[in-house]
């Protein structure tokens, strides 16, 4: 009885913390399905380039403003609405008159014809002071780690070589 009441606490902390892996997050209602059954989105990296919502179910709690970091989002075959943002930090300057920070950020919904058993990468380019975005088809059997936002950030944002990636 001890070690449950030990157990349960941190198991808590560890997930807080970000030491537990990252797991995809379901967005359907519903008992799981199987993945041949499902597409898989990257959440992309918060703060930067990252999915807000998919048919309007937030990816974050809008009330918390956190929530664990995914390996994917799961989420039924066929065509999905999916609210993208860009967010960065444009310039910081330190003048006579104190600090500026420019904030740019662009947004933007998109339609996806997710397939069964697909995993699509999310991706973007900046255009002056707009941001586009897309979606790639990574088809099946996509290494599913490579959707986690650490490696999401080192392949997709540092333009870094990952393997199995």
């Known amino acids: ?22 797991e995809p997050k379901h967005l359907y209602a519903g008992p799981p399905r199987p993945a041949e059954q499902l597409a898989t989105l990257s959440e992309g990296a918060r703060g930067w380039i990252h999915v807000v919502a998919v048919d309007g179910q937030p990816v974050v709690d809008p009330v918390l403003g956190a929530a664990r970091l995914t390996q994917g989002l799961l989420v039924p075959a ?10 960065n930090f444009d310039n910081y300057t330190l003048g006579t008159t104190g600090a ?36 790639d088809d990574k088809g099946k059997l996509y290494n599913q780690a490579c959707l986690s936002d650490e490696m999401y950030s080192r392949k997709y944002l540092r333009k870094e070589a990952v393997s199995d990636c």
């Open 1 to 22: 009885m001890h070690r449950k009441l030990i157990l349960l606490p941190l198991s808590m902390l560890m997930a807080s913390c970000g030491l537990m892996p990252p």
């Open 78 to 87: 066929g065509v999905r609405t999916v609210k993208v943002r860009y967010m």
């Open 100 to 135: 500026k920070l420019t904030l740019a950020t662009s947004e933007a919904v998109l339609e996806v014809n997710a397939a069964a058993g697909h995993s699509y990468v999310l991706r973007g380019q900046r255009r002056g002071d707009k941001y586009d975005f897309w979606f």
